[in-house]
């Protein structure tokens, strides 16, 4: 910063900031002291700018985890804990596409019925035709993409709002669905194969778990290292050593103690460990890449995309595949986890569990704001609360309520947040 | 006033621009020079906007010509005038709100280094490129909601400044802001002079036409109605050229009169 100012600028600042205006530093920059005193400083800044991040659905996770210890020792038992992890991601898969699709400020109300469609045409194919089973998977698996693909298409293309394009969706692929599992309705599933595998495979090795957990805490603390090392080296305002040993330190507490968890029970779900590389995978590619960026860019300002050069139409297309991509992997593991594709599959409260997830882990209904660390986030909640029900025999009727309840609960949150953002500058 | 080429960077000669049943611009000149902020001024609907998209490149002229640098060239689309090195920042903000400074500075044309987003270096240039502009903002990581008005006006003006561009033009840039937040604005309009770009600016505040333009171009009803130094020229005599109080049938029969005495 120079200190050289302009005549009109010297001017226009008012009296009592003159003294100010002389020095080398604006007063009104945000400069972060050093060492944990900055950090808490910050945090506190965030608080009362109403930027909350996930405080709020991690409290909301530990006041269930309470309520529901109390009422049943069970529930934090590593059997119970490892089943809620595993059940947690068909949801959370099909929430991570939903999320693609809510940072667009738009919403995919399909993904429901493309799930059970992936299902089915995984049975059909591998049981009833006999195909092998990673082709079949791969076909499931491209049709919930197409699909996705199409309804972008009438989206993007076409013009026509997404809410009743895939409300279209949803009936037309339930209908689908129903029509290729022909007149039986159920078609089980052998239990052994790559599909039923899905959510039964544990890796009961314990070195599996707690390496697992070493990899992500070592490979979380020299990510963020070297990327600190290179910012400092070009100049730019890096953070302390500090801040990123506690990060690191907090990351591993967790890491290791739900490892410890695992272990006591049948060992590291395959599932959770598909499930957390793709939250990496997709956060990344959100965060680091041009993609992402345009992602973000659409759902802050259409008509400022455009202008950048960024071709709208197929960012659209692309990321409504994804969400049909993510519902079909929603759908398998579904299907896995009942070892059958049946017409119940992608039906009932599934629909509005995945919205659920999406908005309770912190991702804005009005786009441009979210992570797809949210879908696990929001899922915990979700899968949680419906476990702790059913240990205390609650039916589904209650189930249902409470859901709703911590739905608009999060809403209610989110809009206040939002609220105080807006009188702190931020929203 | 700076050193002035002679060659103007940008030249309009008798450009003429209809849409359908409606003559927006009509035998249009203007001259605008490097180091040279050149203010358009004109009444609603004088033409100041289509005069401007058409050297943007967004409506193609219909008669007349265009010379850069005294080389006449074609601009048919917006593409041909950022190659050319013009750069428009539009009056409604091409900024989105929830990205950080540094992603918008660089929206569309981001930095990578093996295929992923060069953060650190776009970070780095943003705050060289906000440095030598003088613009001071909190800090370049928060989203541009929680930026004011004249600060969001300079990260677009700013963002227009990546492209190296010769020529900038500003569609009404202080519409809207603030005392204080309009001179932020026009002292990096004066900033952008002195670092040689040429700079036409549309304004409908004559004051700030006043303040830091060199030269103005008044448009009337799609014509060119006279192009005045801003030094020797008192704001009352503009404004008689924008809304044509010299021109009407009074002061035709006074001209009349004159030859006929003659």
């Known amino acids: 910063m120079t200190t050289e100012k302009t005549p009109t600028a010297t001017k226009v600042v008012n009296p009592d900031a003159a003294h100010d205006a002389l020095t080398a530093v604006d007063p009104r920059l945000l400069v972060r002291e050093q060492g944990l005193k900055g950090y808490f400083s910050e945090f506190k800044r965030k608080v009362h700018a109403g930027d909350l991040g996930s405080i709020p659905v991690v409290i909301g996770l530990i006041v269930i985890a309470v309520i529901f210890q109390t009422m049943n020792s069970q529930f934090l038992s590593a059997e119970n804990l490892s089943n809620i992890a595993v059940t947690m991601v068909a949801t959370g898969m099909m929430a991570v596409g939903i999320i693609f699709v809510l940072l667009l400020g738009e919403i995919d109300l399909s993904v429901g019925s493309v799930s059970g469609v992936s299902g089915a045409i995984v049975a059909v194919l591998s049981v009833t035709h006999g195909m092998n089973e990673w082709l079949a998977l791969v076909v499931a698996l491209a049709s919930g993409a197409a699909i996705g693909a199409l309804h972008g298409f009438f989206f993007a293309k076409i013009g026509a709002p997404a809410f009743a394009v895939t409300l279209a969706g949803l009936l037309f692929w339930l209908g689908f669905m129903l029509q290729l599992l022909g007149e039986n309705g159920t078609i089980n599933l052998d239990g052994e194969g790559v599909v039923g595998q899905l959510t039964t495979y544990y890796f009961s090795d314990i070195a599996a778990a707690y390496g697992l957990a070493a990899v992500a805490v070592a490979g979380f603390f020299l990510s963020s290292f070297f990327d600190n090392r290179r910012r400092a080296a070009a100049g730019v305002p890096s953070r302390p050593l500090s801040d990123i040993v506690m990060r690191t330190v907090l990351l591993g507490v967790i890491a290791f103690a739900a490892a410890a968890m695992f272990n006591q029970y049948k060992g590291l779900p395959l599932a959770l460990v598909l499930f957390l590389a793709v939250l990496v995978i997709t956060d990344f590619v959100l965060r680091r890449t041009a993609y992402g960026r345009k992602i973000f860019a659409l759902g802050g300002s259409v008509e400022a995309s455009r202008r950048a050069g960024i071709n709208v139409t197929a960012v659209r297309v692309s990321v409504f595949a994804l969400a049909g991509l993510f519902a079909a992997v929603g759908g398998l593991f579904w299907a896995s986890k009942i070892a059958a594709a049946n017409q119940s599959a992608g039906a009932g409260d599934l629909l509005m569990n995945v919205i659920a997830a999406a908005v309770i882990g912190g991702t804005s209904l009005f786009g441009g704001r979210g992570r797809t660390w949210n879908a696990l986030l929001g899922v915990m909640v979700i899968v949680s609360i419906q476990y702790g029900l059913a240990l205390e025999g609650i039916a589904t009727p209650i189930q249902y309520m409470i859901t709703g309840g911590v739905l608009l609960a999060t809403v209610v949150i989110d809009s206040v947040t939002r609220r105080t953002q807006k009188t702190a500058g931020r929203a | ?262």
């Open chain 2, 1 to 262: 006033m700076v050193h002035v080429s002679a060659t103007p960077v940008l030249a309009l000669r008798g450009v003429s621009k209809r849409f359908g049943a409606v003559q927006a611009l009509t035998d249009v000149e203007l001259e605008v020079h490097a180091g040279e902020v050149v203010a358009l001024v004109g009444d609603n609907g004088a033409g100041k906007s289509t005069l401007v998209k058409t050297i943007a490149g967004v409506h193609p002229i219909d008669e007349g010509s265009i010379e850069w640098e005294g080389k006449r060239v074609s601009i048919n689309r917006p593409h041909d005038a950022q190659n050319l090195g013009i750069a428009t920042v539009y009056q409604d903000l091409a900024l989105c709100d929830n990205i950080d400074v540094v992603g918008n500075l660089y929206l569309g044309r981001e930095l990578h280094k093996r295929g992923v987003l060069d953060e650190v270096e776009m970070e780095r240039r943003a705050l060289e490129l906000l440095k030598t502009l003088s613009i001071r903002i909190p800090s370049v990581r928060i989203p541009i909601a929680s930026l004011s008005g004249g600060q969001r006006q300079t990260v677009a003006i700013a963002r227009s400044m990546l492209g190296e561009p010769k020529l900038v033009i500003l569609d009404e840039p202080t519409a809207a802001l603030g005392v204080e937040q309009t001179a932020q604005v026009l002292d990096l309009v004066e900033r952008l002079r002195e670092r040689g770009h040429a700079v036409v600016l549309i304004s409908h505040n004559m004051a700030d036409v006043k303040a830091v333009a060199d030269k103005v171009a008044v448009l009337r009803l799609g014509r060119n109605n006279g192009v005045f130094e801003v030094k020797s020229t008192s704001q009352e005599e503009i404004i008689s050229a924008i809304t044509g109080a010299t021109d009407n049938a009074v002061t035709r029969r006074a001209a009349r009169n004159a030859e006929v005495t003659k």
